[in-house]
């Protein structure tokens, strides 16, 4: 008998301010609320550890679930209760009224004993003390450290170290170190930035810490290439250990090469052997022991090549797409145009290549039209476009969108399901 397969369940949990919109006066700049970047930190006693970053602030957060104290049993039986919440002492209503030393009225209801009372044998069975209970709870969030005036450029990164104790920061040309515990404080180990800015010729574009040796990072940069540094080796890593980058086709250069070649994202596997890179065309699978060459290659959107002008004139080509790597390490994603996502098996003798849509029927194909092509409707949002954002076609004759991106999604570290984010909705998908 086969057993349908349980996928995990998402519920909503909370959400919270991160970051309000900020005012540079020295800079004369403007700081919007815009959440770059966020990343899990380790766990303790059940509460939930984050980093979030805008563009130049990063706050250390602590999520954790509150008990609402409420007091259940109030020292009252409500049967005997008498004017403002008071408690009859005794049937005898002519009884006298107690010395008030405070001056107040007689005629206020007060709990008093009358002289002749005395206790029925066995106690008094109405007489409750009052007790605690927490039967609710509320998630808090709490800003536990704010990070700031430590970076001169955007931040594009930001990565937590395997040692639970340091996260590294990275903006165009700068990386940080920092202590968890220390906000006031950072170290520089990365500094690309030239004497004279004239001579500046890649920024960078990605910083990750390895999953498990707290001595190694990687970063790429806008020239295509990923730089792996020990830290052991120097406090300033101005020195790569491995450099990986893919040596250019001869008679292959054009106006776009460099531009198409920056590495917008990069990702640690789960066990710290493989890099995976996204460009604007490609997504390549790098082994940290073979510097010659990445040893997989996949094309994201190819048939995007002949209008790399249009990309160029509406300042498409410039979009950052985020990737991953599955917790098995089996198969790697990318977003694309139109909220299409790219799957790729990446095991050896692996041909798998799935295209999925984000919305609530990723499988849905696209109309086909032999003659003028009308762009496809996407389920998620409706715009409206101008100019140079016209929609195209792919080899396959689907329309795609330039407006509808796909730039964030992740993979879950250990069930086979992945999140993209694609306009104002989030989409969860289980295989």
């Given at each position: 008998?086969?057993?349908?397969?349980?996928?995990?369940?998402?519920?909503?949990?909370?959400?919270?301010?991160?970051?309000?919109?900020?005012?540079?006066?020295?800079?004369?700049?403007?700081?919007?609320?815009?959440?770059?970047?966020?990343?899990?930190?380790?766990?303790?006693?059940?509460?939930?550890?984050?980093?979030?970053?805008?563009?130049?602030?990063?706050?250390?957060?602590?999520?954790?679930?509150?008990?609402?104290?409420?007091?259940?049993e109030?020292?009252?039986?409500?049967?005997?209760?008498?004017?403002?919440?008071?408690?009859?002492?005794?049937?005898?209503?002519?009884?006298?009224?107690?010395?008030?030393?405070?001056?107040?009225?007689?005629?206020?209801?007060?709990?008093?004993?009358?002289?002749?009372?005395?206790?029925?044998?066995?106690?008094?069975?109405?007489?409750?003390?009052?007790?605690?209970?927490?039967?609710?709870?509320?998630l808090?969030?709490?800003?536990?450290?704010?990070?700031?005036?430590?970076?001169?450029?955007?931040?594009?990164?930001?990565?937590?170290?395997?040692?639970?104790e340091?996260?590294?920061?990275?903006?165009?040309?700068?990386?940080?170190?920092?202590?968890?515990?220390?906000s006031?404080?950072?170290?520089?180990?990365?500094?690309?930035?030239?004497?004279?800015?004239?001579?500046?010729?890649?920024?960078?574009?990605?910083?990750?810490?390895?999953?498990?040796?707290?001595?190694?990072?990687?970063?790429?940069?806008s020239?295509?290439?990923?730089?792996?540094?020990?830290?052991?080796?120097?406090?300033?890593?101005?020195?790569?250990?491995?450099?990986?980058?893919?040596?250019?086709?001869?008679?292959?250069?054009?106006?776009?090469?460099?531009?198409?070649?920056?590495i917008?994202?990069?990702?640690?596997?789960?066990?710290?052997?493989?890099?995976?890179?996204?460009?604007?065309?490609?997504?390549?699978?790098?082994?940290i022991?073979?510097?010659?060459?990445?040893?997989?290659?996949?094309?994201?959107?190819?048939y995007?090549?002949?209008?790399?002008?249009?990309?160029?004139?509406?300042?498409?080509?410039?979009?950052?797409?985020?990737?991953?790597?599955?917790?098995?390490?089996?198969?790697?994603?990318t977003?694309?145009?139109?909220?299409?996502?790219?799957?790729?098996?990446?095991?050896?003798?692996?041909?798998?290549?799935?295209?999925?849509?984000?919305?609530?029927?990723?499988?849905?194909?696209?109309?086909?039209?032999?003659?003028?092509?009308?762009?496809?409707?996407?389920?998620?949002?409706?715009?409206?476009?101008?100019?140079?954002?016209?929609?195209?076609?792919?080899?396959?004759?689907?329309?795609?969108?330039?407006?509808?991106?796909?730039?964030?999604?992740?993979?879950?570290?250990?069930?086979?399901?992945?999140?993209?984010?694609?306009?104002?909705?989030?989409?969860?998908?289980?295989?």
């Open positions: 008998m086969d057993y349908p397969i349980r996928h995990p369940e998402f519920r909503y949990k909370t959400e919270f301010q991160s970051h309000e919109p900020e005012f540079d006066y020295l800079k004369s700049l403007e700081i919007e609320e815009k959440i770059n970047k966020i990343r899990w930190c380790q766990t303790a006693n059940g509460a939930l550890f984050l980093l979030s970053t805008n563009d130049k602030t990063i706050k250390f957060w602590k999520v954790q679930e509150k008990k609402v104290k409420k007091i259940s109030m020292n009252l039986d409500p049967s005997k209760a008498v004017g403002n919440g008071s408690v009859a002492s005794s049937s005898n209503s002519t009884s006298p009224k107690p010395y008030l030393a405070n001056g107040g009225s007689p005629d206020r209801s007060y709990s008093y004993l009358s002289n002749d009372f005395s206790f029925p044998p066995g106690g008094i069975p109405s007489l409750r003390l009052p007790t605690v209970s927490s039967p609710e709870t509320s808090v969030a709490r800003c536990r450290r704010v990070y700031a005036h430590a970076h001169d450029y955007h931040i594009n990164s930001i990565s937590n170290n395997s040692d639970g340091t996260f590294i920061s990275a903006d165009d040309l700068r990386i940080n170190l920092w202590n968890l515990e220390i006031n404080q950072s170290f520089n180990i990365v500094d690309v930035k030239p004497a004279n800015m004239e001579d500046l010729t890649e920024v960078i574009t990605s910083a990750e810490f390895h999953p498990t040796h707290c001595n190694m990072l990687a970063y790429s940069s020239k295509g290439s990923i730089r792996l540094n020990d830290l052991r080796q120097s406090a300033l890593c101005d020195s790569h250990s491995k450099l990986f980058e893919e040596q250019e086709a001869p008679g292959s250069r054009s106006f776009f090469t460099e531009i198409i070649a920056s917008s994202d990069i990702k640690f596997s789960k066990d710290g052997r493989f890099i995976l890179s996204r460009d604007y065309m490609t997504l390549k699978l790098w082994d022991n073979m510097d010659a060459g990445p040893v997989s290659t996949f094309q994201v959107h190819e995007l090549r002949p209008k790399l002008c249009d990309l160029y004139e509406n300042d498409s080509i410039f979009d950052k797409f985020e990737c991953c790597l599955s917790g098995d390490g089996m198969r790697v994603a977003g694309s145009y139109s909220n299409l996502f790219r799957v790729f098996g990446c095991a050896p003798g692996s041909t798998e290549a799935t295209t999925l849509e984000a919305s609530k029927n990723p499988m849905r194909r696209q109309v086909q039209t032999p003659s003028r092509p009308s762009r496809s409707l996407s389920s998620i949002t409706r715009v409206v476009r101008r100019g140079a954002d016209s929609p195209g076609v792919d080899a396959n004759g689907n329309s795609f969108d330039f407006t509808t991106k796909l730039l964030h999604l992740a993979w879950h570290p250990s069930e086979n399901s992945i999140a993209c984010a694609a306009a104002n909705s989030l989409y969860m998908y289980y295989a």
